[in-house]
């Protein structure tokens, strides 16, 4: 009777059983060991292979890979090339069982799969023969190692813990932060991303913006990750969340104070929760605006009819453009731009006069920010009597002066109130602005006002466009005119403060104190 050609899979490769494979490993901590190294693994097991008349097919390294899962690349191969036939493995030869796996579970199916596929694993520094007494050694080897893995996670975890409790950030560091060392110990640090992080938390907490549009403000601004692309929307709502950016630790159930600069505010980050609570929904007033179209009701025909924007469909894509109603031609979107960049850059500054209104500046910053401060600081009074009017009325409840139903509906009121009063202090971005920033801004404005407004969010765009020409402008199809432009000494707004209402002006105003209607940008 004939027999047949095909050979069991649970079945040694008998053909040529002398054909074995090589599988080395090293995860990112071990490399630093010299004794335990790729190179030093893989010398041992070739000098097995030779001294047992294995014949070494291949050689699988695992570089920087934990064993503390079956999944990875190198030894996911190593499994598809001993299942198939014609490779005729007949072993596996390893360093140490843990260099193959540190959970017995794993080993336990990684041994059995292999051999399915007729081969055997042979360590090259642990002894233990194919018999019930060399299966038992096996096992308790594989046990000794996940044991080591327990103890190392464990140490591992206790580290953690007692760094968090110094207040330390010990794990990998959020956008906005870096990993370093300090006095040689671990945590973070703020990074040239916090400023961006810190906008971000700041426009969502003044509610004039939706939360999806702040993220893409803050992407096209340049909030990039470690590995240097833009945030996800996800990332983004998961950071508004992070109270890691307001210095507090929460690992294991517990929650302690960092030691390292918290990039905002306890208070600033309440009321972005506030918002999102809100679904993160932009005020109405907001929803006039909009980033496509900066210049609608800014700008007028000569018959006073107010300029708006649209898209228009093509064939293949869709195209923007400017136009007065119902009525007139269509101006394309970018050319229009063009030329009102042009009329904003016609009265750009020269250095010596930006040098006269930095020396300004520094002069009579702090004077000029006193409104704001104080207007601050009645604002984070009136939360504190909010607050302690909540208190209040919890205190009357419980001694049973009013029900449970006035309570609730009290707090709501309250709270609404605190929401709102947030709102209005966030607005307040500018309270501890320092002149040098002032002065930064304003210089860069002065010397080329259309790079500024370019890049700005459209909320600034508008100020700055009714900041330089107070009056809008006219278009009577061909160029811009207007009957007013801003003086220096409104320089303030530019920074969102009140800097000064006076001020000598010798030498420091533009070239042309007024302008005629109309104004050439060719």
């Not at 956008?175 to 006095?183: E, M």
């Not at 983004?236 to 302690?256: A, D, P, S, V």
């Not at 709102?420 to 920033?437: F, G, H, I, K, Q």
Request: charged residues 30%; positive net charge.
């Amino acid at each position: 009777m004939p027999t047949s050609n095909k050979k069991d899979m649970t079945e040694p490769n008998n053909h040529n059983n002398k054909r074995a494979v090589i599988y080395v490993r090293v995860s990112t901590t071990e490399q630093a060991d010299e004794g335990n190294s790729l190179a030093t693994q893989e010398k041992s097991c070739r000098e097995f292979a030779s001294k047992n008349g294995f014949e070494v097919a291949a050689v699988f390294i695992e570089r920087g890979e934990s064993a503390k899962t079956a999944d990875r690349t190198e030894l996911r191969k190593l499994l598809e090339f001993c299942a198939q036939k014609k490779n005729g493995i007949g072993a596996a030869i390893i360093y140490k069982i843990d260099r193959l796996s540190r959970n017995t579970d794993d080993y336990s199916q990684i041994r059995l799969l292999l051999k399915r596929y007729g081969v055997e694993i042979k360590s090259t520094t642990e002894y233990f023969e194919n018999t019930p007494a060399g299966r038992f050694m096996e096992n308790i080897i594989s046990n000794v190692a996940q044991f080591d893995n327990d103890v190392r996670a464990e140490r591992c975890s206790n580290g953690m813990r007692e760094a968090m409790r110094e207040g330390r950030y010990v794990w990998m560091a959020s956008v906005g932060y870096s990993n370093v060392r300090v006095l040689e110990k671990a945590t973070i640090a703020s990074n040239n991303m916090a400023q961006l992080v810190r906008r971000g938390f700041e426009l969502v907490a003044t509610g004039m913006h939706a939360t999806e549009e702040v993220w893409r403000m803050l992407c096209v601004e340049g909030l990039l990750k470690k590995n240097g692309k833009p945030i996800t929307k996800n990332y983004f709502y998961e950071m508004l969340r992070n109270e890691l950016y307001t210095g507090w630790i929460e690992k294991f159930g517990e929650r302690h104070k960092g030691t390292f600069e918290p990039i905002v505010s306890e208070e600033l980050f309440a009321q972005v929760q506030r918002v999102l609570k809100n679904k993160g929904h932009k005020v109405s007033q907001y929803k006039a605006d909009n980033p496509d179209f900066p210049l609608r009701r800014f700008i007028s025909s000569p018959l006073g009819v107010k300029l708006t924007g649209s898209w228009s469909k093509g064939r293949s894509k869709k195209y923007a453009f400017y136009r007065f109603g119902g009525k007139g031609g269509n101006y394309q979107r970018d050319e229009f731009e063009k030329q009102f960049a042009a009329t904003m850059d016609s009265y750009r500054f020269e250095s010596a006069d930006i040098d006269k209104l930095k020396r300004f500046v520094r002069t009579e910053f702090h004077e000029a920010t006193q409104h704001e401060r104080e207007n601050a600081g009645k604002l984070q009074k009136r939360i504190q009597e909010l607050t302690e009017c909540e208190t209040s009325l919890i205190q009357k409840n419980l001694k049973g002066v009013f029900s449970d139903a006035v309570l609730k509906e009290q707090l709501v009121l309250l709270d609404k109130e605190k929401a709102d009063t947030y709102a209005a202090l966030a607005s307040l971005r500018n309270v501890d602005t320092s002149p040098e920033e002032a002065i930064e801004f304003s210089e860069r404005y002065l010397a080329r006002p259309s790079t500024v407004w370019r890049q700005a969010d459209i909320a600034t765009q508008t100020k700055l466009q009714w900041f330089q020409f107070p009056s809008g402008l006219m278009f009577d199809g061909k160029e811009f005119g207007t009957a007013e432009v801003s003086s220096v000494f409104k320089a303030k707004d530019l920074i969102l403060s009140p800097l000064s209402a006076s001020v000598d002006p010798t030498g420091i105003e533009p070239v042309a104190s007024s302008v005629p209607r109309k104004r050439s940008t060719k």
